[in-house]
């Protein structure tokens, strides 16, 4: 990965206590469903370090709510790998293979083991029904339509791909921002923290705007990151795509993805300080305004931190 690389993510680092007890055991729920086939598969899951990554998302969960959110992380990275071979360059093995997943969210229990469904398919279902248990039917529907944007997301890339024809840097970050699994892990924090954000709230433009600049943030950081793993596979990525865009160096168009990442970041400090506000206009009682902290500090701000300092140091985007 890029070395050196000043990127501003100006949020406490945080990880929950935690995390260590749940590395012990977290191969055991993809293993269960038959994603982790043979010991190479084994040995590069447990290298990809997911239970800290959850850990980083939601530093104030443990137990099996944290086991939760690790078996998401592990889910994530498993279903994004489907997309590394043939199948990201099929854009109709890719549909088949995302509306087999996005089927469980139209089902009224989970699939059956006896489905003939995938691997991946079957283990959705049960962290979806781990995911929205407790939660009230308008949060069960954001996430579900979070979840489908970020499905569908993977058959365009696979279009993207198969087309040849990439998109622009600006349809490139707009489809990331799906892509990247943000609106879930978000989703995910508020069952995890057992709280709801309330609805007025969540679908007020300034809250939106802020999951939107987070997503973003968490989208940018990870396209520098990534920069060698997705050039190796010819995969589409921002900088290769600034480059040609701007007919610019690769430090150059590095350093252009830095500013959009600071800009962003101090957009969304500017907009936090109107959550005071924003909670008087919408006439949030006690409990809903600790809500709305929960979510901007346990939420929002750990997923933009978590990711950062996670992929410092982990293996996946190794050269």
């Known amino acids: 990965m890029p070395q050196g690389v000043d990127t501003y993510i100006p949020f406490p680092r945080r990880v929950s206590p935690d995390a260590g007890r749940a590395t012990a055991g977290h191969l055991v729920w993809p293993s269960s469903f038959g994603l982790l ?35 998401q992380q592990s ?32 089902a009224p229990s989970p699939l059956p083991p006896t489905r003939a469904a995938p691997p991946l398919a079957l283990a959705f ?10 939660m009230s039917a308008s949060w069960q529907a954001r996430a579900a339509a979070n979840w489908h944007a970020y499905l569908a997301g993977h058959v365009t ?34 069952r995890l923290g057992h709280f709801e954000i309330a609805e007025r709230a969540y679908r007020s433009s300034l809250v939106t705007t802020l999951r939107h600049l987070a997503a973003e943030v968490v989208t940018l950081d990870n396209e520098i990151i990534s920069l060698e793993k997705e050039e190796a596979l010819g995969d589409n990525n921002l900088v290769l795509i600034i480059e040609r865009e ?37 006439g949030l009682d006690e409990a809903e305004r600790a809500s709305q902290r929960r979510y901007q500090d346990d939420a929002l701000r750990t997923v933009m931190r978590g990711a950062h300092d996670w992929q410092q140091h982990c293996s996946r985007y190794a050269s």
């Open 157 to 190: 890339e696979a279009a993207n791909r198969s087309g040849g024809a990439g998109p622009s840097s600006t349809g490139h970050v707009t489809l990331r921002r799906d892509t990247c699994g943000v609106p879930p892990i978000l989703d995910l924090a508020e």
């Open 246 to 282: 701007e007919h610019c160096s690769r430090t150059e168009s590095i350093a252009l993805i830095c500013d959009m990442i600071r800009a962003r970041t101090e957009r969304f400090l500017a907009l936090e300080r109107q959550l005071p506000q924003l909670c008087d206009s919408l």
């Open 37 to 71: 086939r043979g010991p190479d598969a084994v040995r590069r899951h447990a290298r990809g370090a997911y239970p800290e990554l959850a850990g980083r998302f939601h530093p104030s969960a443990t137990g099996a709510d944290l086991g939760l959110g690790v078996d």
């Open 75 to 106: 889910w994530f990275f498993l279903f994004d790998d489907a997309f590394d071979g043939s199948m990201g360059q099929d854009w109709e093995r890719a549909k088949k293979l995302v509306h087999a997943v996005a089927e469980v969210l139209e």
């Open 125 to 134: 279902a049960d962290l979806w029904e781990r995911s929205r248990e407790g």
